[in-house]
């Protein structure tokens, strides 16, 4: 089984900087792909960010494009998001995902909260 701790998530104005972190445990890291994925108040869960084993492979949504970046620490066994240009629309829960592939990820975290003022 695979354990993931989101941290860093906060309240900020908007045009501001978060940077998520995810520690995992329970299985080694560096055999897993690792995504983020959001969830609004009264809408279903999206997905963000998504990064290979070994790090080589990023890919963003739309609304991520250009402002948010995710990367991966094997050494820490820990991924991170860093969210730049905060947006109120970026409001919400932050998930951190795990699987043996970037397009089955199939364990979650609990989620952080980001609320973007404006």
């Known amino acids: 089984q695979v354990q993931l701790v989101e941290s860093g998530g906060g309240l900020v104005q908007a045009g501001g900087s978060l940077r998520l972190s995810c520690s995992v445990s329970?299985?080694?890291?560096?055999?897993?792909?690792m995504g983020w994925g959001r969830q609004a108040p009264g809408k279903e869960r999206e997905f963000v960010a998504r990064i290979t084993s070994n790090g080589g492979t990023r890919a963003y949504s739309d609304s991520a494009k250009g402002r948010f970046t995710i990367s991966r620490d094997n050494a820490k066994n820990t991924v991170y998001l860093q969210m730049n240009n905060l947006k109120p629309e970026d409001t919400a829960v932050y998930y951190c995902?795990?699987?043996?592939?970037?397009?089955?990820?199939?364990?979650w975290g609990q989620g952080t909260q980001v609320t973007v003022s404006s």
């Open positions: 995902a795990a699987g043996e592939s970037e397009f089955h990820l199939r364990f």
């Open positions: 329970g299985r080694t890291f560096s055999d897993y792909a």
